[in-house]
């Protein structure tokens, strides 16, 4: 059964029944906890990815990688972060990965690939929160494309680390970015806040309120600076 | 994921409610305090609906009746049901200046809408109702509000963190199960042991042959931030099954009935048992020939049982003859249902019924449970982390990655 789910798998297409792979999810969950088996089924499910499989087979191998996917599959994932078919069916796996390789492709990637599929990436660093992305996403911040600079600003406000709020801190932001800016401060601040370090959230929200901020974020801002004092 | 979220959550709870009592005299329109039988429109307070189709058509008449508010805009990725929604605003307020939007971004920039209420397929819920707190608008949103357990954590932190109104769409957690609600919290049935739910089914892996996509129809942003698939209508119906021919049966989109009715249900049982505020420590599955169920254990004692054999639907395990001291029972701020009672919170600034807290804990019950079925085993879930604990695997469940450009 295993076998012909993943010869079917080779030339997995739209259109086909989803449950001719079952065999191959059911052997996911029964494998936990056995290496050997686990390594066998993603050594199959990378060759299927290097391979000229359709996009939907790539798509089905990407949601198993997501559960199952080690170090092992991050050269092969890391090489669909450029296709703009692919692209994000390799980070629904990467971003998932805990393995450092994993965060260090996406970072590897990002001044590679399209200002579109760098949103992406970048969402996805954000996500895993890794201190090593703060320096990326604060070149990102410098980015023309505004969609770009608004994404590197939400990915600094999730991994919400004091360098990530001295990144924000010192950001040119325009009307086109300044909400986004703005609003990953105030998480920063949150996160400062919560860490104990008053001085530094202070100064965060500090920053937000002397750039004339919109009322509802004033709000917080104001009542950040309460909390920090 | 190696941040510690908790300390985050800590600071916004506290801030949360001092920011709602403290952005009355700074942020609520002046259209929020109009209490005649029927303001003028300057003070109403002004709504736009996102996703306007069965759920959203059902929610925008709701809103239209209630005479506090003024409806003016409408989003719909289909043009047929976005123009026939602009249609109805319009016949409803005598003119034609409601505007239609694709993108409802383009409707949270408008400066004068106070509220939106969103109804789209639930793999956009969370986006929307991040962008809408950030965008300094109150929001309703259909249930399950969430499509993972990351995004409903942000979710609740973004409506605190600006101060917003946020309120869950299940209407059935307090309309269908008041009864039993009177009779747990009035200490009838003593202490309370457990209560069961039933409800199927999961969602399943969509792989629907393509199809022409319907010139009314942008499918870039139906599909959003859900993987790329060709277009087919059953992909994308938003009828109510959850076998096939719908939306709701597929994993890109939703839990399927487990989230979709799960959200009803679950919503009910948290709310009889009293655990709203709460989610469960544990997850504990099991399966007897081929037969699956759950066990979700609070940290309070109190057992919330899914599919368990031999029991009903909303079946409670009290303590004959111990007694409970009575509550007083949470209603509505408003008459006129779950939508009223939005409404009359966001003039208040008071807390909806179906905050958006409670919903998520609902819904995180849902998720929680089909993270349990889908790996066959029970976890342990920290709910102050928001990580399984010692499951690895389990914590790549927290969240899916989102097809650019969308992000949380």
Same mark, same amino acid.
């Given at each position: 059964? &295993?076998?012909?789910?993943?010869?079917?798998?080779?030339?997995?297409?739209?259109?086909? $029944?989803?449950?001719?792979?079952?065999?191959?999810?059911?052997?996911?969950?029964?494998?936990?906890?056995?290496?050997?088996?686990?390594?066998?089924?993603?050594?199959?499910?990378?060759?299927?990815?290097?391979?000229?499989?359709?996009?939907?087979?790539?798509?089905?191998?990407?949601?198993?990688?997501?559960?199952?996917?080690?170090?092992?599959?991050?050269?092969?994932?890391?090489?669909?972060?450029?296709?703009?078919?692919?692209?994000?069916?390799?980070?629904?796996?990467?971003?998932?990965?805990?393995?450092?390789?994993?965060?260090?492709?996406?970072?590897?990637?990002?001044?590679? =690939?399209?200002?579109?599929?760098? =949103?992406?990436?970048?969402?996805?660093?954000? =996500?895993?929160?890794?201190?090593?992305?703060?320096?990326?996403?604060?070149?990102?911040?410098?980015?023309? $494309?505004?969609?770009? =600079?608004?994404?590197?600003?939400?990915?600094?406000?999730?991994?919400?680390?004091?360098?990530?709020?001295?990144? &924000?801190?010192?950001?040119?932001?325009?009307?086109?970015?300044?909400?986004?800016?703005?609003?990953?401060?105030?998480?920063?601040?949150? $996160?400062?806040?919560?860490?104990?370090?008053?001085?530094?959230?202070?100064?965060?929200?500090?920053?937000?309120?002397?750039?004339?901020?919109?009322?509802?974020?004033? &709000?917080?801002?104001?009542?950040?600076?309460?909390?920090?004092? | 994921?190696?941040?510690?979220?908790?300390?985050?959550?800590?600071?916004?709870?506290?801030?949360?409610?001092?920011?709602?009592?403290?952005?009355?005299? %700074? @942020?609520?329109?002046?259209?929020?305090?109009?209490?005649?039988? %029927?303001?003028?429109?300057?003070?109403?307070?002004?709504?736009?609906? !996102?996703?306007?189709?069965?759920?959203?058509?059902?929610?925008?008449?709701?809103?239209?009746?209630? #005479?506090?508010?003024?409806?003016?805009?409408?989003?719909?990725?289909?043009?047929?049901?976005?123009?026939?929604?602009?249609?109805?605003?319009?016949?409803?307020?005598?003119?034609?200046?409601?505007?239609?939007? %694709?993108?409802?971004?383009?409707?949270?920039?408008?400066?004068? !809408?106070?509220?939106?209420?969103?109804?789209?397929?639930?793999?956009?819920?969370?986006?929307?109702?991040?962008?809408?707190?950030?965008?300094?608008?109150?929001?309703?949103?259909?249930?399950?509000?969430?499509?993972?357990?990351?995004?409903?954590?942000?979710?609740?932190?973004?409506?605190?963190?600006?101060?917003?109104?946020?309120?869950?769409?299940?209407?059935?957690?307090?309309?269908?199960?008041?009864?039993? /609600?009177?009779?747990?919290?009035?200490?009838?049935?003593?202490? @309370?042991?457990?209560?069961?739910?039933?409800?199927?089914?999961?969602?399943?892996?969509?792989?629907?042959?393509?199809?022409?996509?319907?010139?009314?129809?942008?499918?870039?942003?139906?599909?959003?931030?859900?993987?790329?698939?060709?277009?087919?209508?059953?992909?994308?119906?938003?009828?109510?099954?959850?076998?096939?021919?719908?939306?709701?049966?597929?994993?890109?989109?939703?839990?399927?009935?487990?989230?979709?009715?799960?959200?009803?249900?679950?919503?009910?049982?948290?709310?009889?048992?009293?655990?709203?505020?709460?989610?469960?420590?544990?997850?504990?599955?099991?399966?007897?020939?081929?037969? +699956?169920?759950?066990?979700?254990?609070?940290?309070?004692?109190?057992?919330? %049982?899914?599919?368990?054999?031999?029991?009903?639907?909303?079946?409670?395990?009290?303590?004959?003859?111990?007694?409970?001291?009575?509550?007083?029972?949470?209603?509505?701020?408003? #008459?006129?249902?779950?939508?009223?009672?939005?409404?009359?919170?966001? #003039?208040?600034?008071?807390?909806?019924? +179906?905050?958006?807290?409670?919903?998520?804990?609902?819904?995180? /019950?849902?998720?929680?449970? @089909?993270?349990?079925?889908?790996?066959?085993?029970?976890?342990?879930?920290?709910?102050?982390?928001?990580?399984? @604990?010692?499951?690895?695997?389990?914590?790549?469940?927290?969240?899916?990655?989102? +097809?650019?450009?969308?992000?949380?």
């Amino acid at each position: 059964m &295993l076998d012909q789910a993943f010869e079917t798998l080779k030339t997995y297409d739209w259109g086909m $029944d989803p449950n001719v792979l079952r065999p191959i999810t059911d052997a996911i969950v029964k494998s936990y906890g056995d290496a050997a088996a686990r390594k066998d089924l993603e050594t199959r499910l990378i060759a299927v990815l290097k391979s000229e499989a359709p996009r939907a087979a790539k798509d089905a191998v990407c949601r198993a990688l997501q559960t199952i996917g080690t170090a092992e599959s991050v050269p092969a994932l890391a090489a669909l972060l450029p296709d703009e078919k692919l692209s994000h069916m390799g980070r629904h796996a990467l971003e998932r990965i805990p393995a450092p390789e994993a965060g260090q492709a996406l970072r590897d990637a990002l001044p590679k =690939v399209a200002a579109k599929l760098k =949103v992406g990436i970048i969402s996805s660093l954000g =996500v895993r929160g890794e201190a090593a992305s703060v320096a990326p996403l604060q070149t990102a911040l410098a980015d023309s $494309d505004a969609a770009v =600079v608004s994404a590197a600003a939400r990915g600094l406000g999730a991994i919400g680390i004091p360098d990530a709020a001295k990144a &924000l801190a010192s950001a040119m932001p325009d009307p086109k970015t300044k909400a986004a800016i703005d609003g990953a401060l105030l998480e920063c601040a949150e $996160d400062l806040l919560a860490a104990g370090k008053k001085p530094e959230a202070k100064a965060a929200y500090g920053k937000i309120l002397a750039g004339k901020p919109s009322k509802h974020v004033e &709000l917080a801002a104001n009542l950040g600076i309460k909390a920090s004092s | 994921m190696n941040k510690n979220q908790s300390t985050r959550r800590d600071f916004l709870k506290v801030t949360g409610s001092a920011s709602a009592a403290i952005a009355f005299p %700074t @942020i609520i329109p002046s259209s929020a305090l109009g209490n005649a039988t %029927t303001p003028p429109p300057s003070e109403r307070i002004v709504v736009g609906g !996102i996703g306007l189709g069965n759920m959203g058509g059902g929610d925008m008449g709701a809103f239209l009746n209630n #005479k506090s508010v003024q409806y003016v805009a409408v989003c719909d990725v289909r043009t047929g049901v976005r123009n026939g929604a602009k249609d109805r605003v319009d016949k409803h307020n005598n003119n034609k200046d409601c505007t239609a939007h %694709t993108d409802f971004r383009e409707m949270l920039a408008r400066e004068d !809408i106070d509220a939106v209420h969103i109804a789209t397929p639930d793999h956009w819920h969370g986006i929307m109702v991040i962008e809408a707190c950030r965008a300094g608008k109150d929001a309703f949103c259909q249930k399950p509000e969430s499509r993972t357990l990351r995004e409903g954590r942000l979710m609740v932190e973004a409506a605190r963190r600006y101060g917003r109104v946020v309120s869950g769409g299940s209407q059935r957690v307090l309309e269908d199960y008041r009864a039993l /609600v009177r009779q747990c919290w009035g200490g009838e049935l003593g202490p @309370i042991k457990s209560i069961n739910v039933n409800v199927d089914p999961l969602s399943q892996p969509c792989n629907l042959p393509p199809q022409d996509c319907p010139a009314d129809m942008d499918w870039e942003m139906w599909l959003g931030p859900a993987p790329w698939a060709p277009y087919n209508s059953k992909r994308c119906d938003g009828n109510f099954s959850t076998s096939g021919n719908s939306w709701r049966s597929y994993t890109d989109y939703s839990g399927g009935g487990m989230t979709d009715w799960g959200a009803h249900h679950f919503g009910g049982a948290t709310y009889v048992v009293d655990v709203r505020e709460l989610q469960p420590s544990e997850v504990i599955y099991q399966n007897e020939g081929g037969k +699956r169920f759950l066990t979700f254990k609070y940290p309070n004692g109190i057992l919330l %049982t899914h599919n368990m054999p031999g029991k009903g639907n909303m079946q409670v395990e009290g303590t004959p003859g111990a007694k409970r001291e009575a509550k007083t029972i949470p209603e509505y701020a408003a #008459k006129g249902g779950i939508s009223a009672d939005f409404i009359e919170c966001v #003039k208040t600034r008071g807390k909806p019924f +179906r905050d958006i807290e409670y919903a998520v804990n609902t819904v995180a /019950v849902c998720h929680l449970g @089909i993270i349990a079925y889908t790996l066959g085993r029970s976890l342990k879930w920290d709910a102050a982390k928001q990580v399984f @604990i010692g499951d690895e695997e389990a914590n790549r469940f927290l969240d899916r990655a989102r +097809r650019e450009p969308w992000q949380l």
